[in-house]
């Protein structure tokens, strides 16, 4: 840099009123920590894959980040929620950092898959993509092992995954994000009121969360299907297929924890051993705790058997 050039930042500096000093104008920030950094690769690097995964006639839009390294990976199944404006890809980085394939699909009718979006179907989508997974030929692909699924859901997804998961004993580990028994909640208003009434307070209560993403439904239609399933869906009738299963639920204040709290409890007292419960002070997602939420999953992930 020339003296004019150096004259001129330094008038600049001084019209702005700061004090411009070159040395510290190249400094790193006093404070600042190093960067955190990715493990360096050995063999196969980290990717993104993109593809459509068959479900029911219609092509589901899905991406998996493979993790580094030769494999086979342990996979986790992400599932997002209603409508899915949260989708924790940053959680899906951050395992897959940690040795993890993570799949994220969007199910039949939501955010651009085509079809129609329906709680029924979601539960298929689900099942879709873990056999998906199972194919030897994409399990190569992604380098991940087949054996060593786990479903993770958040919200609507923790109930996708509490659903699938008692579905198919070979899915060993599950965990829900501030799950929502969406059945069980509907279970309760048709104990307290008759069922007209109970569907119309559904409807309005999923119409708020904002139906624009969803295709092929009403928040009537899937309120009714809810009072539809109330024998089948709510997460206490799956505690007996679950009780021998790895879980990690996690709540926060969204006034969602009393109903995973209860489940969780239910697990216990059916005599699961391997119950994980964390709650963090935060809201439906997790908007000031995502490092403390990562933090959690991370931590359960890397217990789990080999």
């Known amino acids: 840099m020339n003296s004019r050039s150096i004259r001129t930042l330094l008038a600049a500096c001084l019209v702005a009123g700061v004090a411009w000093n070159p040395c510290q104008a190249q400094a790193a920030p006093k404070h600042a920590g190093p960067s955190p950094a990715s493990p360096a690769p050995t063999g196969p690097r980290a990717t993104m894959e993109t593809m459509q995964i068959p479900s029911h006639g219609a092509l589901m839009n899905a991406l998996v980040y493979v993790a580094a390294g030769a494999g086979p990976h342990p996979a986790v199944i992400l599932l997002h929620g209603f409508p899915g404006n949260e989708r924790n890809l ?5 395992m897959r950092r940690a040795g993890w394939d993570v799949l994220y699909f969007n199910y039949r009718g939501s ?6 979006f329906s709680f029924t179907h979601g539960i298929e989508d689900v099942a ?16 991940l092992d087949p054996n060593r699924i786990v479903l993770m859901g958040h919200s609507m997804g923790g109930f996708m995954a509490v659903e699938a998961a008692a579905a198919d004993p070979a899915i060993k580990a599950f965990a829900t994000i501030s799950a929502a028994d969406m059945a069980g909640r509907m279970q309760g208003m048709l104990g307290k009121e008759k069922r007209p009434d109970a569907i119309a ?8 969360e904002g139906m624009a993403p969803l295709a092929g439904c009403t928040p009537t239609g899937l309120a009714n299907e809810l009072a539809d399933h109330v024998a089948s869906w709510p997460f206490m009738g799956k505690v007996d297929a679950l009780k021998s299963r790895t879980a990690l639920i996690v709540t926060s ?3 969602l924890a009393p109903d995973n709290n209860r489940f969780a409890a239910a697990l ?7 119950v994980t419960t964390v709650h963090l002070p935060t809201d439906h997602a997790y908007s000031d705790q995502r490092i403390e939420l990562s933090r959690a999953v991370l931590h359960w992930l890397a217990r789990l058997p080999k």
Do not use: C, F, N
């Open 90 to 94: 940053d959680l899906a980085q951050d």
């Open 268 to 274: 216990l007292q059916a005599g699961d051993r391997h």
């Open 128 to 143: 879709a993509a873990i056999a998906y997974l199972r194919q030897p030929e994409v399990a190569k692909s992604l380098r």
């Open 111 to 116: 955010w651009g898959t085509p079809g129609d």
């Open 253 to 255: 204040d969204d006034g």
């Open 201 to 208: 307070a559904m409807a309005s209560g999923l119409a708020d």
